[in-house]
């Protein structure tokens, strides 16, 4: 697998519930992100990773949103309680150096539905 | 708030025409401007970058032009294709790694 991986595509959640986001990214990649993409907007910076330390988290909207990397590789956003206004496509990315040059790498997200 | 400003929010244009997309920001430390192209489905995917020390950058038939005392950027597509139909976004960055993305274009190249 050259990219990266997200799963599931697709989560519908019933409002209250919990749901884990997985992310595989590209291997030897130091950075991973995650960004919150709502219908017809732009992403929007959730949190960023370099290696296992979250070093910025600044982007989660409640403390319902959390992130973990394991290992320096695979990461899961955490979103507990989920409300409506989570609804939206979750994109991880991750760049192999640190840097504003560094390339993101995009997977093709989970979308999230909370009825 | 968006820190970058895109327009048009949609565009149609005939094939072998120029598509021109506008982005404008506020915050003078932005230092790095990638575009990104996204298709259905997937999620964005580099497609060009510039630093405001340059002012315009061609790759193929994508060229960025940058006015740093207008702090205006924009993305020419010469050329479009049907291929080339898709949303784009403009983006910006002060540091390492937090990009501020437009709210996006979708351009329709038509046949």
């Known amino acids: 697998g050259a990219g990266v991986s997200q799963s599931p595509r697709y989560k519908v959640a019933k409002r209250g519930q919990d749901v884990a986001l997985r992310c595989d990214p590209i291997?030897?990649?130091?950075?991973l992100f995650w960004y919150q993409q709502a219908l017809g907007q732009g992403p929007e910076f959730l949190t960023y990773?370099?290696?296992?330390?979250?070093?910025?988290k600044s982007g989660l909207p409640s403390d319902r949103f959390s992130a973990e990397r394991t290992g320096g590789s695979v990461s899961t956003l955490t979103i507990q309680r989920t409300q409506r206004e989570d609804s939206a496509v979750y994109l991880c990315?991750?760049?192999?150096?640190?840097?504003?040059?560094?390339?993101?790498?995009f997977g093709n997200g989970t979308r999230l539905t909370v009825t | 708030q968006q820190q970058v400003k895109q327009s048009p929010q949609s565009l149609i244009v005939q094939k072998g025409g120029i598509s021109i997309i506008n982005c404008a920001y506020e915050?003078?430390?932005?230092?790095?401007f990638p575009w990104y192209q996204q298709f259905p489905g997937k999620g964005p995917a580099l497609l060009i970058a510039?630093?405001?020390?340059?002012s315009e950058k061609k790759e193929g038939r994508f060229t960025i032009s940058f006015n740093k005392s207008a702090k205006q950027f924009s993305l020419h597509i010469m050329d479009s294709q049907p291929g080339d139909s898709a949303t784009y976004f403009c983006?910006?960055?002060?540091?390492?790694?937090?990009?501020?993305f437009g709210a996006g274009t979708t351009v329709t190249v038509r046949a």
């Open positions: 990773f370099q290696n296992e330390a979250q070093l910025d």
């Open positions: 915050n003078t430390a932005f230092d790095y």
């Open positions: 291997s030897g990649h130091v950075s």
């Open positions: 983006a910006a960055t002060s540091n390492d790694y937090k990009l501020s």
């Open positions: 990315a991750s760049s192999p150096w640190t840097g504003e040059s560094s390339p993101l790498h």
């Open positions: 510039i630093r405001p020390d340059v």
